[in-house]
T-cell receptor
Framework: DQQVKQNSPSLSVQEGRISILNCDYTNSMFDYFLWYKKYPAEGPTFLISISSIKDKNEDGRFTVFLNKSAKHLSLHIVPSQPGDSAVYFCAAKETSYDKVIFGPGTSLSVIP | GAGVSQSPRYKVAKRGQDVALRCDPISGHVSLFWYQQALGQGPEFLTYFQNEAQLDKSGLPSDRFFAERPEGSVSTLKIQRTQQEDSAVYLC??????????FGPGTRLTVL
């Protein structure tokens, strides 16, 4: 059973607009959430994270929102740029343990 | 070269052959992780080391898979008697808790 779900395999957005990537999780023990970005033939790179004690974390153009009651988080990219085109993985873990569970990813295409 | 490195980057094996995949973590990183990423999927946890101790190997798919990190630095993932279903990208990541994981570029294994 998939503990971290990303129900949109792909997303296309016009340059300059907002990209919203969604993620749902099932394990209520998860209390730390991460987003990773992956380009072809490279390993995932860390983008932004959020602890369950917060509902929002912002870093430049990237903002992650967490809704604990709905077990849902989202990544907002504003404004989207062509260089943002990549696969985005949502991931979750328990703070007390290093093991990270990844979602299947969403492929984002930002069209110039 | 401060990042995680993996070798080889690409490996083609005949079914039944043994393979060994190497990971050089970031110097000083205590934790080391191995993941398997099938096409179109997110990284799936295989195993985790803290220094030389293998703390979790619950993700290893069968007893044909074996990982070691004898001196708490370099790690090797060995797959014996490879099967076609072992074809995937094998990712290594390292971290210094509580920091996030840094991934290597991966080894793409193709079993013919």
């Amino acid at each position: 059973d998939q503990q971290v779900k990303q129900n949109s395999p792909s997303l296309s957005v016009q340059e300059g607009r907002i990209s919203i990537l969604n993620c749902d999780y099932t394990n209520s023990m998860f209390d730390y959430f991460l987003w990773y970005k992956k380009y072809p033939a490279e390993g995932p790179t860390f983008l932004i994270s959020i602890s369950s004690i917060k509902d929002k974390n912002e870093d430049g153009r990237f903002t992650v929102f967490l809704n604990k009651s709905a077990k849902h988080l989202s990544l907002h990219i504003v404004p989207s740029q062509p260089g943002d085109s990549a696969v985005y993985f949502c991931a979750a873990k328990e703070t007390s343990y290093d093991k990270v569970i990844f979602g299947p990813g969403t492929s984002l295409s930002v069209i110039p | 070269g401060a990042g995680v490195s993996q070798s080889p980057r690409y490996k083609v094996a005949k079914r039944g052959q043994d393979v060994a995949l190497r990971c050089d973590p970031i110097s000083g990183h205590v934790s080391l992780f191995w993941y398997q990423q099938a096409l179109g999927q997110g990284p799936e946890f295989l195993t985790y080391f803290q220094n030389e101790a293998q703390l979790d190997k619950s993700g290893l798919p069968s007893d044909r898979f074996f990982a070691e990190r004898p001196e708490g630095s370099v790690s090797t993932l060995k797959i014996q008697r490879t099967q076609q279903e072992d074809s995937a990208v094998y990712l290594c990541a390292s971290s210094h808790p509580p920091d996030t994981q840094y991934f290597g570029p991966g080894t793409r294994l193709t079993v013919l």
